[in-house]
């Protein structure tokens, strides 16, 4: 009898050892084993019957047939040139004759989206490879003649000629912290999301171009340690400091001008902006034909946007378009208008009726007719096919956690709609030059990414990436996947959410819950898509992980989302904690034992709840948080807060920092010393709030790491110091 207890135990203790590593920290961050295949660097040919990918690690352009889904070509190989100097290809570009391509390497980031690399253009007819310039480069871009390359160096803009090898600088100004050409400042990259600030005119002989002044912006100093990339002498005991321009909430921005450089006059003309000059251009843009540029004007506080048009050889520019909102205009605005090849009409996404919809207008200003209706979102426009003369677009239609892809006609007497989509959860489309073919990427919870190649009509032609190994690994693993759910909050709202349950579930256990939200302005967590992350190996460790999306969160309409203006924080974190308390009435969750933790907003949130909630949460993680929007930049803030001059009360009244005596709960406080974008003054300003009100936390700051706090061992061990954060706390 001993020994058949021993067996059975030493077999139980062997299965319990391998659910235990059936989903490691290793497994997401180091070995990334649930990662999803896809198609990577996808373009259309211009005949649209064909499309290219990038294979093989960057090492290979590869061409396919649309029509039949087969390999028709290897368009290049990177390792046949025998140079060091481009081993592989981070993105390409083909130029509109696709006579050339301009081939990315060596990227190194600046901030989260701008960065500098090495270019090289490859002749396919010379068969000749040639570096586009000296040193790094930004944002290289082919003219649409192809003849030319503008890129940006060192703040300033400069031409490449291709036919004559020959480099014509165009700005000179240019100098860092002060003037910039052609590229945003930190606030225009990393709240009005663009990279490059110039647009080449449609028939090669003009630059549209952006420049900032950042000169009276005010400074902010980051100290710099000894550790991976700092910033200071090697050989110095004293810490070196990055100086960047960055305006906080109420302060001074970038004054911008919009210039356009003719080539064969060789000159700058300023176009007429007006005489405001507290005012943002979050794009240009030229019309279709290229004889106007559209200039998009906004105002300060962002619910008043301007399309102009301007004559690029005199500078005149007149109004074409107003677009105005009580609160705020979003920012998809910007990347979601058309102008169409009539030179009569454009498309925009609005939010008139109270759902973001696409509307058809004349240049005149005038609405010809509302394209989609609904009490939904489009999500994205895609663009416009003029022969059958149909838009297509991303939807939510079904339900906020899906999206879908559309047709609809412009023609109002066939009223034709289509779906092109046929799956249930998340998809994505991406059409060829023409809109005859489009490949199109779905997933769902239960379901890995699939890429599938359609024609126009949906017909599916190939498969071309279902992540067959990925299914095999998570049968394998047994891991727990989401779970859909709803509530209703105080004021009969409901909200939506997903659980993961533990491996192994049983309904008479009662389980200790990590919460896991971000909660920001038209953000989604609970989305119908695929995805295994830190919150399944939490449900593997015992936890039953939950997310909710709170008022504040996209695609439920414009009141849904933004009645937060003006109180960031405040409906966010009523509803996490009413979550919460939701959860702790369920008969399987220990409503002792629930912790709430995030990142950036889901930082600011994890914070407030804990501030807020009192008992409700044993223990939170806070990391990279905003902890009162006045230390935040411009555009954000006052985007949804209005500014700190007129919103006092807005800004403080739901400010951690305010709120720290209300902790009760452990909280662990983490931060990155060289967080460009939510400066670690925020975590700081809020750790010594806490400590004058007696609250005791725990903190952990990681030298030289940016928002992301990523780096060498960085990532394993801030998840491993989560990981025992609630071990300790709620186990």
Not at 130 to 149: C, I, N, W, Y
Not at 556 to 585: N, P, V
């Amino acid at each position: 009898m001993y020994r058949i207890i021993s067996v059975l135990f030493l077999i139980s203790a062997c299965y319990l050892s391998i659910q235990a590593q059936q989903i490691t920290l290793e497994d997401i961050f180091i070995k990334r084993s649930f990662q999803q295949s896809t198609v990577n660097g996808l373009a259309s040919t211009n005949d649209g019957l064909s499309y290219t990918t990038l294979e093989n690690g960057g090492k290979q352009i590869v061409e396919y047939s649309y029509k039949t889904g087969e390999k028709i070509d290897l368009i290049l190989d990177i390792q046949a040139f025998n140079n060091d100097s481009i081993r592989n290809v981070r993105e390409y570009v083909f130029s509109s004759d696709e006579s050339k391509v301009l081939l990315m390497t060596d990227r190194k980031p600046i901030y989260r989206r701008s960065f500098t690399a090495v270019y090289f253009v490859y002749n396919f007819v010379t068969k000749e490879l040639a570096r586009l310039s000296t040193g790094t480069q930004q944002v290289a871009t082919f003219s649409p003649d192809g003849e030319r390359v503008a890129f940006v160096r060192n703040n300033n803009i400069f031409l490449k000629s291709l036919r004559f090898n020959t480099e014509r600088q165009i700005t000179t100004d240019g100098e860092f912290n002060k003037i910039i050409n052609g590229v945003p400042d930190w606030v225009y990259e990393e709240e009005f999301e663009f990279n490059r600030a110039f647009e080449w005119s449609p028939d090669s002989k003009q630059l549209a171009y952006i420049k900032f002044n950042e000169e009276d912006v005010p400074t902010f100093g980051i100290p710099m340690y000894k550790g991976l990339n700092p910033v200071h002498n090697e050989n110095s005991v004293y810490p070196g400091e990055y100086r960047f321009k960055y305006p906080k909430a109420g302060e001074k921005n970038s004054i911008v001008s919009v210039m356009v450089y003719d080539i064969k006059a060789g000159q700058n003309i300023k176009m007429d902006i007006g005489t405001e000059t507290d005012i943002y251009i979050p794009r240009i843009k030229w019309n279709y034909s290229g004889k106007n540029l559209g200039i998009f004007k906004m105002n300060r506080l962002q619910n008043k946007l301007e399309l102009l048009f301007a004559n690029s050889y005199t500078g005149d520019t007149r109004l074409i378009y107003t677009e105005k909102n009580k609160r705020y205009i979003e920012t998809d605005f910007l990347d979601n208008l058309q102008f169409l090849p009539d030179d009569k009409s454009f498309i925009i996404l609005s939010e008139q009726d109270g759902y973001k919809h696409l509307y058809l207008f004349d240049t005149g200003g005038v609405k010809i007719r509302q394209l989609t209706t609904g009490k939904f979102d489009v999500i994205k426009y895609y663009g416009f096919e003029p022969l059958t003369k149909m838009f297509y677009y991303q939807a939510a239609a079904v339900s906020p956690l899906q999206r879908e892809v559309y047709g609809v006609s412009i023609d109002l007497n066939t009223k034709k709609k289509i779906i092109l989509s046929t799956q249930k959860g998340t998809n994505d489309a991406d059409f060829s030059t023409g809109f005859k073919y489009f490949i199109n990427q779905f997933s769902n919870i239960n379901s890995p990414l699939q890429v599938t190649l359609h024609e126009i009509s949906g017909k599916q032609i190939r498969t071309l990436e279902e992540n067959n190994k990925l299914k095999l690994l998570i049968a394998d693993r047994n891991i727990s996947l989401k779970e859909f759910f709803t509530f209703k909050n105080s004021e009969g709202t409901e909200l939506n959410g997903y659980m993961i349950k533990p491996l192994n579930f049983n309904q008479n256990t009662k389980y200790p819950v990590v919460m896991t939200q971000y909660s920001g302005p038209n953000s989604q967590q609970v989305l119908d898509q695929f995805g295994i992350s830190w919150e399944n190996y939490l449900a593997a460790s015992g936890y039953l992980t939950v997310c909710v999306d709170p008022r504040g969160t996209g695609a439920r309409g414009e009141d849904f989302r933004k009645c937060t203006y003006g109180q960031l924080g405040k409906y966010e974190s009523d509803d996490q904690i009413e979550a919460a308390k939701y959860l702790a009435g369920l008969p399987f969750i220990d409503g002792k034992k629930i912790a709430i933790w995030g990142w950036s907003y889901g930082g600011f949130m994890s914070a407030l709840c804990l501030a807020k909630g009192g008992d409700v949460f044993k223990a939170g993680i806070s990391v990279a948080p905003v902890t009162n929007n006045r230390f935040y930049d411009t555009v954000y803030s006052e985007r949804y807060m209005g500014l700190p001059s007129q919103n006092p009360e807005g800004y403080d009244q739901n400010s951690p920092i305010t709120l720290a005596a209300g902790i009760k709960g452990k909280l662990l406080l983490v931060h990155g010393t060289a967080d460009d974008n939510v400066h670690f003054q925020n975590s700081l300003e809020f750790a010594e709030a806490m400590v004058q009100a007696g609250v005791q936390f725990q903190m952990m700051a990681y030298v030289n790491r940016n928002h992301g706090i990523r780096g060498g061992n960085t990532t394993m061990h801030l998840y491993n110091m989560f990981d025992n954060f609630l071990k300790e706390n709620l186990k």
